[in-house]
């Protein structure tokens, strides 16, 4: 299998370095979409806020407890922290597709401003499905969308399905269960459909890929470049490790402050707008480090301060742009859309380094010079944001535009 998937030439390290990243972005993403599909509609941007916040302070404190450790007892520690997730994900972890067919079954009543808390959607789960019974949710306004086909929602165990009825099924269920009407139910899109939906029909969500790819460039830049940089100035292991944690710490808290806020707003364009301009000063203050001011200032206060900036800006977009997503697709086609988003996400974190590394050779290694045509293409980012990202359906509603 190895040789076949073309990995038989890498050396042991790089191949489980291939599978510790399948295993990231495999479980991250699903942890990220089920945290939507709990917390509902009106907290989108929070769930993925909680998701990401929660794994870049573990990120951050492993790194300063595995700096004192073996390389052998970091090893281990990674071992028992997979093993742990592995236990609780099969263990404690329940599905959540209940609360994407509540959500898509409850899409109607958001035209009259009825949205659905997680407290609505576990109630509503207990009245609504059972064990072994077919359970149908209401809709007053199934006759304006004849396109729909109607479809059966049936539970086996923990599993749900959906299968579409025959025109002698439907009236056949109808008679059994004369309490509720069969429901249109939207199934999932084609993985093309959704993909071309996601990175071209859609200029608000094409945007955001580009804005993801950016940000993660950004990061690849905090991380690399200005890491390696600093180390050429003679600043401690200590130092080092406080710029990257600053970063880091700054990134996690600002992805909870601003994620809450934008969905409390009911709004996405003035969080990222300020977010990334926010970076672009976090970049302007790094750059400063290799100028004429540095014999001011000294190199690490700069780099420090410059770290917390850029961490509170792209922590700012980190997470609300995966709610801006989810905004713009319905609630089947989520999870393959958040998915294609954060391809382009973390596909940021190569360009990244090759454009940083590319732009370092092309200017004789020059720190301020790279580090400001970053800054120059995040602004004509907030342009692009500006002028072509439109809020989602689901917050115009709740605004009542």
């Known amino acids: 299998m190895i040789q076949t998937a073309g ?8 191949f489980w370095e291939h599978n510790l990243g399948a295993q990231q972005g495999w479980t991250w993403t699903t942890n990220i979409f089920m945290f939507i599909d709990v917390l509902g509609p009106e907290n989108r ?18 790194t300063y407890v595995t700096a ?10 990674v071992l028992a922290c997979s093993i742990g997730g ?5 263990v404690g972890m329940k599905d959540t597709t209940q609360f994407v067919l509540l959500e898509t079954g409850s899409l109607s009543s958001a035209t009259h401003d009825e949205q659905m ?5 576990s109630e509503r789960s ?7 019974e077919e359970v149908f949710v209401d809709e007053d306004e199934q006759e304006e969308k004849p396109a729909m086909t109607p479809n059966r929602i049936r539970k086996h165990g923990s599993e749900y399905e959906m299968v579409a009825l025959s025109s002698s099924s439907q009236n056949t269920s109808r008679a059994a269960s004369s309490e509720f009407d069969a429901t249109p139910i939207a199934l999932p899109s084609s993985f093309g459909s959704v993909l071309l939906r996601t990175c071209w029909y859609n200029p608000s969500t094409a945007v955001l890929l580009v804005a993801g790819l950016m940000t993660n460039l950004i990061t690849s830049l905090a991380w690399g470049l200005v890491l390696i940089w600093a180390k050429r100035q003679s600043l401690s292991k200590f130092q080092i490790a406080n710029i990257s944690s600053a970063f880091t710490f700054s990134k996690a808290a600002m992805m909870i402050v601003a994620s809450r806020t934008s969905d409390k707003w009911k709004t996405r364009k003035p969080v990222l707008v300020g977010g990334f301009v926010t970076a672009m000063l976090g970049l302007i203050i790094t ?3 290799d100028s004429s001011l540095a014999e001011v200032i000294p190199v690490y206060p700069l780099l420090l301060i410059g770290g917390i900036v850029i961490g509170c800006g792209i922590g700012s977009v980190y997470c609300v742009m995966a709610g801006s997503i989810s905004d713009h697709t319905s609630a089947m086609d989520r999870a393959t859309a958040i998915g294609i988003y954060k391809l382009w996400r973390d596909s940021g974190y190569a360009v990244g380094g090759l454009l940083t590394g590319a732009l370092a050779d092309l200017f004789h290694g020059s720190f301020v010079i790279t580090t400001t045509v970053v800054t120059g293409m995040v602004g004509v980012l907030v342009i692009c944001i500006a002028k072509f990202y439109r809020e989602g ?3 115009v509603q709740q605004n009542g535009l």
């Open 45 to 62: 941007a929070l769930a993925s806020g909680v998701s990401n916040s929660v794994g870049y302070l573990s990120s951050a404190i492993t």
């Open 287 to 289: 750059a400063m480090a």
């Open 7 to 14: 990995l038989g030439t890498l050396s042991p390290m790089s």
């Open 86 to 90: 592995f236990v609780i994900s099969t």
């Open 117 to 121: 808390n997680p407290e609505e959607a």
């Open 68 to 77: 004192a450790m073996s390389i052998q007892d970091s090893f281990l520690l």
């Open 126 to 132: 207990d009245d609504f499905i059972e064990d072994e």
């Open 393 to 395: 359906q689901i917050l």
